[in-house]
Protein backbone atom coordinates (compact mmCIF):
# COMPACT_ATOMS: atom_id res chain seq x y z
CA UNK A 1 0.00 0.00 0.00
CA UNK A 2 1.64 3.61 -0.98
CA UNK A 3 1.81 6.58 1.79
CA UNK A 4 -0.75 8.41 0.28
CA UNK A 5 -2.99 5.54 0.49
CA UNK A 6 -1.72 4.96 4.31
CA UNK A 7 -2.50 8.63 5.02
CA UNK A 8 -5.58 8.58 3.39
CA UNK A 9 -7.14 6.03 5.30
CA UNK A 10 -6.37 8.06 9.08
CA UNK A 11 -7.97 11.03 6.79
CA UNK A 12 -11.03 9.50 6.60
CA UNK A 13 -11.08 7.37 9.73
CA UNK A 14 -10.48 11.22 11.38
CA UNK A 15 -13.62 12.72 8.95
CA UNK A 16 -15.99 10.16 10.65
CA UNK A 17 -15.02 12.00 14.11
CA UNK A 18 -15.13 15.16 12.92
CA UNK A 19 -18.15 15.06 10.66
CA UNK A 20 -20.53 13.51 13.92
CA UNK A 21 -19.74 15.99 16.44
CA UNK A 22 -21.97 19.06 17.41
CA UNK A 23 -21.67 22.47 15.03
CA UNK A 24 -18.58 24.85 16.70
CA UNK A 25 -15.22 24.11 18.38
CA UNK A 26 -14.79 20.95 20.29
CA UNK A 27 -11.93 22.87 22.45
CA UNK A 28 -12.06 25.23 24.74
CA UNK A 29 -10.65 28.95 24.35
CA UNK A 30 -7.90 27.59 27.05
CA UNK A 31 -7.25 24.59 25.08
CA UNK A 32 -6.40 26.45 22.17
CA UNK A 33 -3.93 28.81 24.15
CA UNK A 34 -2.06 26.11 25.75
CA UNK A 35 -1.26 24.11 22.09
CA UNK A 36 -0.24 27.18 20.25
CA UNK A 37 1.64 28.47 22.97
CA UNK A 38 4.09 29.73 23.23
CA UNK A 39 2.62 31.91 20.07
CA UNK A 40 0.19 34.72 21.17
CA UNK A 41 -2.02 36.65 19.48
CA UNK A 42 1.01 39.35 18.03
CA UNK A 43 2.01 36.53 16.23
CA UNK A 44 -1.16 36.04 14.01
CA UNK A 45 -2.72 39.91 14.00
CA UNK A 46 -2.70 40.39 10.34
CA UNK A 47 -0.79 37.40 9.58
CA UNK A 48 -1.15 34.73 6.71
CA UNK A 49 -2.16 32.01 8.93
CA UNK A 50 -1.71 28.36 7.18
CA UNK A 51 -3.31 25.14 9.55
CA UNK A 52 -2.18 21.57 8.02
CA UNK A 53 -5.02 19.03 9.10
CA UNK A 54 -7.63 21.33 10.33
CA UNK A 55 -10.30 18.73 11.04
CA UNK A 56 -13.57 20.29 11.43
CA UNK A 57 -11.88 24.10 11.85
CA UNK A 58 -11.67 23.82 15.66
CA UNK A 59 -8.56 25.37 16.17
CA UNK A 60 -9.39 27.68 12.99
CA UNK A 61 -12.57 28.92 14.90
CA UNK A 62 -10.45 30.41 17.70
CA UNK A 63 -7.36 31.22 15.69
CA UNK A 64 -10.01 33.73 13.63
CA UNK A 65 -10.29 35.60 16.79
CA UNK A 66 -6.52 36.78 17.02
CA UNK A 67 -7.45 38.72 13.62
CA UNK A 68 -5.08 37.45 11.28
CA UNK A 69 -5.71 38.32 7.70
CA UNK A 70 -6.36 35.44 6.16
CA UNK A 71 -6.27 31.98 7.46
CA UNK A 72 -6.39 28.65 5.24
CA UNK A 73 -7.07 25.47 6.38
CA UNK A 74 -5.86 22.25 4.81
CA UNK A 75 -7.31 18.34 5.33
CA UNK A 76 -7.38 15.38 3.24
CA UNK A 77 -10.46 13.88 4.18
CA UNK A 78 -14.04 14.76 4.10
CA UNK A 79 -14.08 16.65 7.29
CA UNK A 80 -13.78 20.09 5.13
CA UNK A 81 -17.32 20.09 5.08
CA UNK A 82 -17.52 20.40 8.45
CA UNK A 83 -15.07 22.94 8.51
CA UNK A 84 -16.57 24.93 5.98
CA UNK A 85 -19.69 24.88 8.06
CA UNK A 86 -18.58 25.87 11.81
CA UNK A 87 -16.53 28.60 9.69
CA UNK A 88 -19.15 29.92 7.80
CA UNK A 89 -21.35 30.51 10.90
CA UNK A 90 -18.24 33.17 12.07
CA UNK A 91 -19.75 35.25 9.26
CA UNK A 92 -15.82 36.65 8.49
CA UNK A 93 -14.85 35.88 5.21
CA UNK A 94 -11.13 35.60 5.49
CA UNK A 95 -10.91 32.09 4.97
CA UNK A 96 -10.10 29.35 2.81
CA UNK A 97 -10.86 25.42 3.76
CA UNK A 98 -9.11 23.21 0.89
CA UNK A 99 -9.00 19.56 0.55
CA UNK A 100 -5.52 18.46 0.32
CA UNK A 101 -2.93 16.36 0.76
CA UNK A 102 -0.99 18.06 3.54
CA UNK A 103 2.14 16.30 2.83
CA UNK A 104 2.20 17.40 -0.98
CA UNK A 105 0.04 20.64 -0.78
CA UNK A 106 2.30 23.90 -1.69
CA UNK A 107 0.10 27.34 -2.34
CA UNK A 108 0.91 30.97 -1.41
CA UNK A 109 3.65 31.16 1.60
CA UNK A 110 2.16 31.70 4.87
CA UNK A 111 3.88 33.98 7.81
CA UNK A 112 2.52 31.15 10.10
CA UNK A 113 1.90 27.30 9.41
CA UNK A 114 0.73 25.48 11.91
CA UNK A 115 -0.05 21.74 12.39
CA UNK A 116 -1.09 20.27 15.60
CA UNK A 117 -2.09 16.62 16.37
CA UNK A 118 -1.58 15.55 13.15
CA UNK A 119 1.83 14.60 12.21
CA UNK A 120 2.13 11.71 14.95
CA UNK A 121 -0.76 9.85 12.34
CA UNK A 122 1.19 10.52 8.77
CA UNK A 123 3.42 7.19 7.50
CA UNK A 124 6.07 9.66 7.08
CA UNK A 125 6.11 12.15 9.90
CA UNK A 126 9.18 13.62 8.73
CA UNK A 127 7.67 14.14 5.03
CA UNK A 128 4.78 16.31 6.98
CA UNK A 129 7.32 18.15 9.18
CA UNK A 130 9.14 19.16 5.44
CA UNK A 131 5.60 20.43 4.26
CA UNK A 132 5.07 22.39 7.11
CA UNK A 133 8.86 24.46 6.70
CA UNK A 134 8.08 24.79 2.89
CA UNK A 135 4.92 26.35 3.25
CA UNK A 136 6.36 28.73 5.74
CA UNK A 137 7.45 31.68 3.85
CA UNK A 138 10.89 33.12 4.66
CA UNK A 139 11.32 34.87 8.09
CA UNK A 140 7.81 33.40 8.96
CA UNK A 141 7.07 31.00 12.42
CA UNK A 142 5.98 27.40 12.11
CA UNK A 143 4.68 25.65 15.34
CA UNK A 144 4.06 21.89 15.56
CA UNK A 145 2.22 19.50 18.20
CA UNK A 146 2.91 15.53 18.53
CA UNK A 147 2.45 12.86 20.48
CA UNK A 148 5.70 11.82 22.75
CA UNK A 149 7.38 8.68 22.89
CA UNK A 150 8.40 9.69 26.28
CA UNK A 151 6.16 9.72 28.99
CA UNK A 152 3.41 7.27 26.98
CA UNK A 153 4.15 4.01 27.68
CA UNK A 154 1.07 2.82 29.27
CA UNK A 155 -1.06 4.11 25.88
CA UNK A 156 1.88 2.77 23.92
CA UNK A 157 1.86 -0.74 25.87
CA UNK A 158 -2.52 -0.91 26.68
CA UNK A 159 -3.80 1.36 23.66
CA UNK A 160 -2.27 0.50 20.93
CA UNK A 161 -3.15 -3.07 21.05
CA UNK A 162 -6.71 -2.24 21.21
CA UNK A 163 -6.36 0.80 18.34
CA UNK A 164 -5.11 -1.68 15.86
CA UNK A 165 -8.20 -3.75 16.82
CA UNK A 166 -10.74 -1.44 16.89
CA UNK A 167 -9.55 0.94 13.63
CA UNK A 168 -10.95 -1.90 11.54
CA UNK A 169 -14.38 -1.75 12.62
CA UNK A 170 -16.92 0.29 11.62
CA UNK A 171 -16.67 4.04 13.29
CA UNK A 172 -19.78 3.65 15.22
CA UNK A 173 -18.87 0.42 16.77
CA UNK A 174 -15.97 2.05 18.08
CA UNK A 175 -17.38 5.15 19.43
CA UNK A 176 -20.49 3.49 21.25
CA UNK A 177 -19.40 0.25 21.50
CA UNK A 178 -15.52 0.51 22.94
CA UNK A 179 -14.56 4.06 23.27
CA UNK A 180 -17.90 4.87 25.51
CA UNK A 181 -17.36 2.50 28.11
CA UNK A 182 -13.45 2.80 28.07
CA UNK A 183 -13.98 6.62 28.49
CA UNK A 184 -16.03 6.02 31.61
CA UNK A 185 -12.67 5.09 33.83
CA UNK A 186 -10.29 7.51 31.95
CA UNK A 187 -13.02 10.53 32.83
CA UNK A 188 -13.20 8.95 36.48
CA UNK A 189 -9.24 8.85 36.70
CA UNK A 190 -8.86 12.67 35.26
CA UNK A 191 -11.27 14.03 37.81
CA UNK A 192 -9.43 12.48 40.27
CA UNK A 193 -5.95 13.85 39.02
CA UNK A 194 -7.47 17.27 39.75
CA UNK A 195 -7.12 16.86 43.46
CA UNK A 196 -4.07 15.04 43.60
CA UNK A 197 -1.32 16.74 45.04
CA UNK A 198 1.87 17.81 42.37
CA UNK A 199 4.22 15.49 44.44
CA UNK A 200 1.30 12.40 43.72
CA UNK A 201 1.33 13.53 39.54
CA UNK A 202 4.54 13.60 39.11
CA UNK A 203 5.18 9.94 39.65
CA UNK A 204 1.78 9.11 38.42
CA UNK A 205 1.68 7.39 35.01
CA UNK A 206 0.17 10.91 33.18
CA UNK A 207 -0.85 11.88 35.86
CA UNK A 208 -0.08 15.67 34.50
CA UNK A 209 -2.05 14.72 31.33
CA UNK A 210 -5.07 12.82 33.39
CA UNK A 211 -5.26 16.07 34.96
CA UNK A 212 -5.34 18.16 31.99
CA UNK A 213 -8.37 16.05 30.82
CA UNK A 214 -9.81 16.75 33.82
CA UNK A 215 -10.52 20.44 33.21
CA UNK A 216 -13.64 19.33 30.57
CA UNK A 217 -16.91 17.17 30.82
CA UNK A 218 -17.29 13.55 30.43
CA UNK A 219 -17.82 13.98 26.56
CA UNK A 220 -14.71 15.28 25.78
CA UNK A 221 -12.75 12.57 27.47
CA UNK A 222 -14.75 10.19 25.10
CA UNK A 223 -14.01 12.20 21.62
CA UNK A 224 -10.40 11.62 23.36
CA UNK A 225 -10.44 7.93 23.54
CA UNK A 226 -12.38 7.80 20.22
CA UNK A 227 -9.67 9.84 18.43
CA UNK A 228 -6.67 7.33 19.66
CA UNK A 229 -8.82 3.84 18.88
CA UNK A 230 -10.49 5.42 15.21
CA UNK A 231 -7.21 6.03 13.61
CA UNK A 232 -5.04 3.28 11.58
CA UNK A 233 -1.93 4.88 12.31
CA UNK A 234 0.13 6.37 14.87
CA UNK A 235 3.66 6.94 16.22
CA UNK A 236 5.12 8.34 18.75
CA UNK A 237 7.85 10.50 18.43
CA UNK A 238 10.57 10.98 21.12
CA UNK A 239 12.93 14.50 21.49
CA UNK A 240 15.95 13.34 19.31
CA UNK A 241 13.52 12.95 16.25
CA UNK A 242 12.32 16.53 16.66
CA UNK A 243 15.39 17.98 17.26
CA UNK A 244 16.75 16.56 14.10
CA UNK A 245 14.25 17.67 12.87
CA UNK A 246 14.76 21.28 13.89
CA UNK A 247 18.68 21.39 12.83
CA UNK A 248 16.80 21.64 9.14
CA UNK A 249 19.52 23.85 7.21
CA UNK A 250 16.29 26.16 6.42
CA UNK A 251 15.49 26.60 10.05
CA UNK A 252 16.97 29.68 12.23
CA UNK A 253 19.05 27.60 14.81
CA UNK A 254 18.53 30.27 17.39
CA UNK A 255 14.70 30.45 17.36
CA UNK A 256 13.63 26.74 17.72
CA UNK A 257 12.05 25.59 21.02
CA UNK A 258 10.72 21.96 22.04
CA UNK A 259 8.21 21.84 25.15
CA UNK A 260 7.67 19.39 26.92
CA UNK A 261 3.48 19.64 27.47
CA UNK A 262 1.78 17.47 29.80
CA UNK A 263 4.99 15.16 29.88
CA UNK A 264 3.54 13.24 27.33
CA UNK A 265 3.72 15.15 23.93
CA UNK A 266 6.49 17.44 22.40
CA UNK A 267 4.98 20.95 21.30
CA UNK A 268 7.91 22.60 18.33
CA UNK A 269 8.80 25.16 16.22
CA UNK A 270 10.87 28.04 15.18
CA UNK A 271 10.96 30.50 12.40
CA UNK A 272 12.27 29.85 8.52
CA UNK A 273 15.34 31.09 7.64
CA UNK A 274 14.91 34.37 5.33
CA UNK A 275 16.53 34.12 1.94
Known amino acids: MSESSHDQQTASAFATSWNNLPEGSV ?13 KSDA ?34 DSVRSAKENLAETGQTNWEILQDDLVAHRGELADLVYCIG ?6 EPEAGFR ?3 ENTSPGGRFHCWVYAKEGNLPVRLLVEPLRKLCCQ ?32 LSVLPLGHYLHWLGQREWSFARH ?4 QLVTPQTVYLDRPTIESWLRSAEVDPDSTYVIFRNRNS ?5 TRLAK
Open 266 to 270: WKFGG
Open 118 to 123: VLHHLK
Open 131 to 133: SVL
Open 169 to 200: LPWWLTKYGAATPLSLPVYLAARLARVLPESV
Open 224 to 227: VVFD
Open 27 to 39: YSREQFEDWIAPL
Open 44 to 77: VRDQRVLELGCGNGSLLLHMLQWQPSQVTGIDLG
